[in-house]
């Protein structure tokens, strides 16, 4: 029984989707039939989802590069925000996101909205990788790749709880960000930000006042 797999590949280097395209084509299964469609920008990727929904062929596998230019309206930025998108458009989808970033805010963030069925870091991958990654999802997802995993082990196994808007002031800080400014970033008080942040040496028992003491411990519990 043949299994017709309809396949968007979103990513804006044409090499690289040309990697993953032979990948799945030489790995895939003797009864899956591949029809894969690709977008180079979020513009391109709207037009094609909404384009197999009218037709009543939606997509089955999503592979969303975080990193894309932005879309002509300025309505999205990212990956990030197609993902979502696609996951209002496509709720059957399976989404597997593929990222260069391997900084633990922006994993725990991409893993809190859009929940993806694959999750691979473009560091960590190989076509080994990516065939067992497609599959996986496939017939039996989640599938994360290893600096995905570790981190999450490590959050897991961590004691620290800390909510989503210290976790942006850690990441922001760790961007380097000053505190005064950090205000403007999150809709809070500079009060509030000061507050949090007492909450957040405390919790690392970090004690010299220094940020970036702070973000060396939040680091090695796998926070920044």
């Keep these: ?17 040309e990697g993953y395209q032979n990948t799945l084509l030489f790995t895939k299964k003797d009864n899956q039939e591949l029809e894969i469609d690709i977008a180079n920008n979020c513009d391109e990727a709207i037009k094609l989802m909404n384009r197999s929904v009218q037709n009543e062929r939606p997509y089955n596998v999503l592979f969303v ?31 597997i996101i593929l990222t260069m970033f391997n900084e633990s805010f922006r994993i725990h963030n991409i893993i809190k909205t859009i929940g993806p069925e694959g999750f691979l870091i473009k560091s960590d991958l190989t076509s080994s990788e990516l065939a067992s990654a497609f599959q996986a999802v496939l017939n039996n997802p989640p599938f994360y790749s290893g600096t995905v995993n570790s981190y ?16 942006k002031i850690l990441y922001l800080l760790s961007q380097g960000v000053k505190t005064k400014n950090l205000a403007s970033h999150l809709d809070i008080s500079l009060s509030a930000i000061e507050k949090r942040k007492k909450q957040l040496r405390d919790i690392f028992e970090v004690y ?17």
């Design 65 to 95: 590069d975080i990193s894309l230019p932005p879309s002509a309206d300025g309505t999205m930025n990212s990956g990030e925000d197609l993902a979502e998108y696609a996951r209002k458009a496509l709720p059957n989808a399976k989404i």
């Design 1 to 17: 029984m043949t299994e017709k797999i309809k396949i968007l590949m979103i990513d804006d280097h044409p090499i690289i989707i």
């Design 208 to 224: 010299d006042g220094q940020d970036e003491t702070l973000l060396n411990e939040a680091r090695k519990k796998g926070f920044v």
């Design 152 to 167: 999450i082990r490590k959050t897991i196994t961590s004691d620290v709880v800390i909510d989503d808007k210290n976790r």
